[in-house]
Nanobody, 115 residues
Framework: QVQLVESGGGLVQAGGSLRLFCAAS????????MGWYRQAPGKQRELVAQ???????NYADSVKGRFTISRDNAKNTMYLQMNSLKPEDTAVYHC?????????WGQGTQVTVSS
């Protein structure tokens, strides 16, 4: 099992920044890729960014150039630095971890961007 806990969400004005944290515990040695997803009210969950065990990254077009995903394996933590935030970035942000036998999800952290 892998347990994931997100933190760092909050309320910020448009143009501001937030940094999200995803702390992993449990069978962390088995984690391959990790990612951030978000779900806005009335919308489906969508990919924000992914990072492989080797550090390769992938971003949704809507966040390219504004968000940066990273991970610190020594601290068992993944990060999402979000800059130039827009009201349309408002959502619950979830982190996930991909292992050989499945995918684990955190409970999410709310990000609200006011205009």
């Amino acid at each position: 099992q892998v347990q994931l806990v997100e933190s760092g969400g909050g309320l910020v004005q448009a143009g501001g920044s937030l940094r999200l944290f995803c702390a992993a515990s449990g069978s962390i040695f088995s984690i391959n890729a990790m990612g951030w997803y978000r779900q806005a009210p009335g919308k489906q969950r969508e990919l924000v960014a992914q990072i492989s065990s080797g550090g390769s990254t992938n971003y949704a077009d809507s966040v390219k150039g504004r968000f940066t995903i990273s991970r610190d394996n020594a601290k068992n933590t993944m990060y999402l630095q979000m800059n130039s935030l827009k009201p349309e970035d408002t959502a619950v942000y979830h982190c996930n971890a991909l292992v050989a036998w499945g995918i684990f999800w955190g409970q999410g952290t709310q990000v609200t961007v006011s205009s």
